[in-house]
């Protein structure tokens, strides 16, 4: 178990750049979650997928933010057209969840992506 | 939308002595878990609780979810500078949504 994996640790990039962070999950893991923690708060959901269907998206995901796990694996979240308000820790976490609504899954999260916007 | 508060927001203690931090919310949750993060990390899982009034006990840490699943705390008895860190409390809503619902934290400094 090496654990989730997020590349890269920083990034720092202008106002109107496109990034794309990536997520390596625990191998066996089936569920994959985007968090977003800025200073001071504690992490807020973004989206999530079972798998390589995406069933669940926050309203903080605006149409410039698009997350995909292709093949169930890893998973890339793109940001489009950053902006300053972008700027915070992107975590990803995943878990495994053997029955439907099983609410008790500990998420296991990776270290971020820590995004500054200039 | 579930909130949970948590208080206080930071904390500043000697090593020796104990503390409460709690985690409250006008929602019912399915289960609550409690995470601790450092600097620079992700939150890592310290436990999980599922029923009302249920006590949870790690080493010096104890964990209690209120008997109506709506609040919970966490108790560390003789703290050391090694709890220092970002406590979370996290829950799962009722519903269907399978997203957790986090707390803005409590900031812990021990000093040695």
């Known amino acids: 178990d090496t654990g989730v994996s997020q590349n890269p640790r920083h990034k720092i990039t202008k106002r109107g750049q496109n990034v794309t962070f990536r997520c390596d999950p625990i191998?066996?893991?089936?569920?994959l979650y985007w968090y977003r923690q800025t200073l001071g708060q504690g992490p807020e959901f973004l989206t999530y997928?079972?798998?390589?269907?995406?069933?669940?998206k926050s309203r903080l995901l605006s149409d410039r933010f698009s997350a995909e796990r292709p093949k169930g694996s890893f998973s890339t979240l793109e940001i489009q057209r950053t902006e300053q308000g972008d700027s915070a820790m992107y975590l990803c976490a995943s878990s495994l969840v053997l029955v439907r609504s099983s609410y008790n899954s500990p998420l296991h999260f990776g270290n971020g992506t820590r995004l500054t916007v200039t | 939308t579930q909130l949970l508060e948590q208080s206080p927001q930071f904390l500043s203690i000697q090593e020796g002595e104990n503390l409460t931090v709690y985690c409250n919310s006008s929602?019912?949750?399915?289960?609550l878990q409690w995470y601790r993060q450092e600097p620079g990390e992700g939150p890592v899982l310290l436990v999980t609780v599922v029923t009302g009034g249920e006590v949870k006990k790690l080493k010096r840490l104890t964990f209690q979810f209120g008997d109506a699943r709506k609040d919970s705390s966490l108790h560390i008895t003789a703290a050391q500078p090694g709890d220092t860190g970002l406590y979370l409390c996290a829950g799962a809503p009722q519903g269907g949504s399978e997203k957790l619902v986090f707390g803005k934290g409590t900031k812990l400094t021990v000093n040695p």
């Open positions: 997928f079972q798998n390589e269907a995406q069933l669940e």
């Open positions: 929602s019912v949750f399915s289960s």
């Open positions: 191998s066996e893991h089936n569920r």
